[in-house]
């Protein structure tokens, strides 16, 4: 466990937030214009269904006191530790002031390293949309789609924002932590290493370090660079998640314990941590305590899966197998839907019809970018977008993250090229097997238009020890013909599995 000397590495320097000020004066000072223009180029369809129309510059309108209140109460909840509660000040401070782009940037931040990279994105877009030459936005849309497994997107996104601002400390942070996740080392280090050197100060840059450190295997150095983030701010619970994170693969579980009863100290509403912690207890065998923590955490996140399924995985050591399948039921379900949720594009490519590969091709006809709602159980929709192959197109899907049905309907599609046949892809949703999910052939009517529902399936979220524990639960309840589809699709996950090939021998 940590130390009394290690909690000393954690003590707060005394630094002022130049950041945080500037922007509670941009909110204050007001003025100025944002431009409501569509982004030209190879990125350009990432953000835009969010475009208007036209690009006259208009006046933003005076800000009102309580703008400003609202960032100050968000800026002091955030060096205290409390993500949730900074992300609802700077999200009521947003709605009285929709235009104001250090808003969309500072809440693009706080919700990605909050877990929720796909509402993070929406304000990169938001910010985008209202200054398109912004190399934040830029930066914070790499770090977004990075964390939503999007590399290739991610580095050029980043590089972007490298290109509009070369003194900017956190886009060759957030490159370094898309390339780290590309595979690329030495391009990783490099970039982190330019960061630093800007600013050997930002809580950012020193966590990107630390990540690049970790995904090196660098476990020990990437724990100790974590406490350097700290020394900036002390009261970051998701320093200290990533420490526990550390920690745990070193198979250290009592320092992984303290570290994530850390960040519960500091926000005892933040599931996550809470969910990490009863994880951890439940390892220990301290399944009591785990189950309190592990409740907690579905208190604050009704929707969070990992929970149902570590709760789930309590009941089952317990023995208590009816309430271990209403546990795994939701956990299975939830996970599922969030790994649709976290599905950023929907591509159509014509495709050679005797072999559709496990790829979209290069031949893109048109391209839908989802919207993800605050609501987590909202249907996603996005809008097609006319292209050079496909100038005419218009139409919409609509996506049902929770039962996985989808709905196409688009007009104005061109006629299938001879030997070919339209594709739909989901970027980058997977299948247990690891699959890339995509629709049947589509070919449109003679007037172009493309009509059609389908579903995915089961697709990859849920860990295989979630579906085999779930699948055990039934058979020790002589419930076979339930636990029997669960076994299957743990097979698909891994079909070497040697628990999941046991659980199938047992039902047969």
């Not at 409390?82 to 940037?105: K, T």
């Not at 630390?210 to 476990?219: C, D, K, R, T």
């Not at 950023?344 to 839908?368: N, R």
């Not at 020790?476 to 698909?492: G, H, S, T, Y």
Request: with cysteine.
């Amino acid at each position: 466990m940590f130390l009394k000397s290690d909690r000393e590495l954690f003590r707060r320097r005394p630094a002022f937030p130049w950041l945080r000020v500037l922007i509670l004066l941009l909110v204050l000072g007001g003025g100025g214009y944002f431009i409501y223009t569509s982004l030209a180029g190879t990125l350009g369809h990432y953000i835009a269904p969010y475009v208007p129309g036209g690009s006259t510059p208009t006046p933003m309108p005076t800000p009102t006191p309580g703008t400003g209140i609202l960032v100050a109460e968000g800026e002091d909840a955030y060096w205290r530790g409390s993500i949730g509660e900074a992300i609802a000040a700077y999200e009521q401070a947003l709605d009285l002031e929709p235009h104001q782009v250090p808003l969309y940037l500072e809440l693009a931040r706080l919700l990605t390293l909050s877990g929720r990279a796909e509402r993070g994105l929406e304000m990169a877009r938001q910010a985008l949309l209202r200054q398109p030459e912004n190399a934040m936005a830029w930066a914070l849309l790499g770090m977004a789609y990075d964390w939503l497994g999007l590399t290739d997107q991610a580095v050029a996104f980043c590089q972007k924002a490298v290109e509009l601002d070369p003194t900017l400390p956190e886009a060759y942070a957030y490159l370094a932590e898309a390339y780290i996740d590309d595979g690329q080392w030495f391009a990783a280090n490099e970039a982190i290493a330019t960061a630093v050197r800007l600013d050997p100060n930002n809580v950012e840059v020193l966590r990107n370090k630390a990540y690049v450190l970790e995904n090196q295997g660098n476990y020990y150095g990437a724990m100790a660079g974590y406490r350097d983030a700290l020394e900036i701010n002390d009261r970051l619970a998701h320093l200290y998640l990533a420490i526990g994170r550390n920690a745990g693969a070193l198979g250290d579980l009592l320092r992984a314990r303290e570290a994530y009863e850390s960040a519960v100290e500091i926000d005892p509403q933040d599931a996550l941590a809470l969910d990490r912690l009863g994880l951890t207890q439940l390892l220990l065998g301290d399944y009591d305590s785990a189950k309190v923590n592990l409740g907690a955490a579905l208190d604050q996140d009704p929707n969070l899966a990992d929970a149902y399924a570590h709760l789930g995985t309590v009941f089952f050591h317990q023995r208590n197998y009816e309430d271990a399948i209403e546990m795994f039921r939701p956990a299975i379900q939830l996970g599922e839907a969030r790994s649709r949720r976290r599905t950023v594009l929907f591509v159509i490519t014509a495709e050679d019809i005797g072999g559709i590969g496990s790829e979209p091709g290069v031949a893109e006809v048109t391209t839908a970018a989802f919207i993800h709602p605050a609501d987590p159980t909202t249907p996603m929709r996005g809008n097609f977008e006319a292209t050079d192959a496909a100038p005419e197109v218009q139409g919409q899907i609509r996506f049902d993250v929770l039962e996985g049905r989808y709905e196409l309907a688009i007009t104005g599609v061109p006629p299938v090229p001879s030997g070919k046949a339209y594709v739909g892809w989901f970027l980058r949703l997977t299948s247990p097997e690891g699959a890339l999910i995509r629709t049947e052939p589509l070919f449109p009517s003679p007037g172009g238009q493309v009509q059609m529902s389908g579903a995915t399936g089961a697709v990859k979220g849920p860990s295989i020890e979630t579906y085999y524990s779930y699948a055990l639960s039934h058979y020790l309840l002589d419930e076979c013909d339930q636990a029997i589809p669960l076994i299957e699709v743990a097979l698909r996950i891994d079909p070497n599995d040697e628990n999941a090939q046991r659980t199938m021998e047992l039902c047969r």
